[in-house]
């Protein structure tokens, strides 16, 4: 074979590559804007709103005959819908990996997902058992479609290109939550002149981020290639006995299962605070709806800088080094918002600064440093472990976060016990030999990691 044929197999191969690559951004732009309108900035306010019109005369509600303060509803359906990620991501990661067809997995349930979201549209008067039930299974639907969407990183970028092409993921994301925002926030201010309520408004906002998440979801499906393997037959049936593989494998490779545990602690944090942050400014900061969504909107900006300035930095000091910087700054960030005062939005909107400085990149990078660590092969069952991590264990954080609330009554109480999360997967990930965990994988190790 000539070399000239080689170079244009070679240009070949790498123009189909990007174009995967720009094709896979998209999701990150399809389903972003459920997290950013629809778990950061409406539902948590007027779920909780919805919540407090059912609840008794005491402030309860009962939810399967279980009493529940109004308050606390929102994140005990944020752990509930975790809890139920558990149950299917392995099935949805073994069937992928065992049949090749990540496309139709993904299709399945990132239009489940974004069905429920659009259904939240009809979430008024006292249907807070609806809200939960939608969120349960929009946030399932998320995280398993998360799974199926990550587990593509590594066959569509090489290990030299990965922090550049997750933190572009995340950027495209956290654009897309800012586009939607400004439209939310002009619906949402000036509702009256579209001759809606304030209620409505904010059930069309919800919506449409279902609608979003659907359509944009046509690009990477249309783009992404599945990878046939060879192994073919009941995949899903054997969802568990799979995962028992993986963490069999696993406990050969006990430097993944580290990070695993590291990512699992101070990753809860984070989900923890984009879930409770708009309850946090609403409930006991007595901000405004409108300017909540300027601040969820201010951290979508800044995210898209701090995303690809992380990425950046990861590329001069390491990922590793660059993942513990950030939650540096998320515990100092979570700290000062404990002092934060009441009715002063100012003050809130430069807590909102920094998280998104360090929001998207410690995301970004820790997707990123993560696709090292998996042996070739094993790209999607892994990745269910991972998202696992990131999505199907952050129950603990908003039990937290709803338990304190529940016992003292005060928002600042529970927003600062999440500060333990931030220390303890710092002291874990510092311990972790990145190298020597890349090496254990079967993987090449970058020059800069």
């Known amino acids: 074979m000539s070399t000239d044929t080689v170079r244009a197999g070679a240009a070949e191969d790498a123009a189909e590559r990007r174009r995967e690559q720009r094709g896979w951004y998209f999701y990150d732009w399809a389903c972003s804007v459920y997290s950013t309108s629809v778990l950061t900035v409406f539902l948590g306010p007027y779920l909780t709103a919805v919540a407090k019109h059912a609840a008794d005369a005491d402030g309860f509600v009962h939810p399967l005959g279980v009493p529940v303060r109004a308050g606390s509803f929102f994140a005990y359906a944020v752990s509930a819908s975790v809890i139920l990620s558990i149950f299917v991501m392995p099935m949805a990661g073994a069937a992928a990996d065992r049949t090749g067809r990540k496309k139709p997995l993904l299709a399945a349930a990132a239009y489940l997902g974004a069905g429920a979201t659009a259904g939240m549209f009809f979430l008024d008067g006292d249907r807070y058992l609806l809200g939960g039930l939608l969120l349960i299974v929009a946030n399932a639907s998320l995280a398993v479609s998360m799974v199926l969407y990550n587990s593509y990183l590594p066959q569509i970028a090489p290990p030299d290109e990965r922090d550049a092409v997750s933190s572009r993921g995340w950027a495209f994301g956290y654009a897309a939550g800012a586009l939607v925002l400004v439209a939310n926030l002009i619906l949402f201010t000036a509702h009256d002149s579209f001759g809606v309520s304030e209620a409505t408004a904010v059930r069309i906002c919800l919506a449409s981020a279902g609608v979003w998440w659907g359509a944009f979801t046509l690009v990477p499906l249309r783009r992404l290639r599945d990878r046939r393997t060879a192994s073919t037959g009941q ?215």
């Open 235 to 449: 995949a899903s049936a054997h969802g568990w006995r799979q995962l028992a593989a993986t963490l069999r494998d696993m406990r050969g490779k006990p430097l993944t299962l580290s990070f695993l545990l590291a990512y699992l602690i101070y990753n809860d944090g984070i989900q923890t605070v984009i879930s409770q942050a708009s309850v946090y400014g609403s409930e006991e900061l007595g901000l405004s709806q409108s300017t909540l969504i300027v601040a969820v909107l201010l951290v979508q900006v800044l995210a898209v800088g701090g995303a690809l300035g992380m990425g950046r930095l990861a590329r001069t000091y390491g990922a590793k080094r660059t993942i513990l910087g950030s939650l540096v700054a998320w515990t100092l960030t979570l700290g000062a918002g404990y002092f934060l005062p009441a009715g002063r939005p100012v003050w809130f909107f430069v807590l909102a600064a920094g998280i998104g400085l360090v929001l998207g990149g410690s995301q970004a990078l820790s997707r990123s440093l993560f696709s090292h660590l998996v042996p070739s092969g094993k790209e999607a069952e892994y990745f269910s472990a991972y998202e696992m991590s990131d999505r199907g264990m952050s129950w603990l954080g908003p039990l937290l976060f709803g338990l304190t609330y529940q016992l003292t009554g005060s928002y600042r109480d529970a927003i600062i016990s999440l500060v333990v999360f931030f220390a303890l997967g710092f002291v874990l990930l510092a311990r972790v030999p990145i190298r020597e965990a890349i090496r254990d994988a079967g993987n090449p190790v970058p020059e800069r990691i």
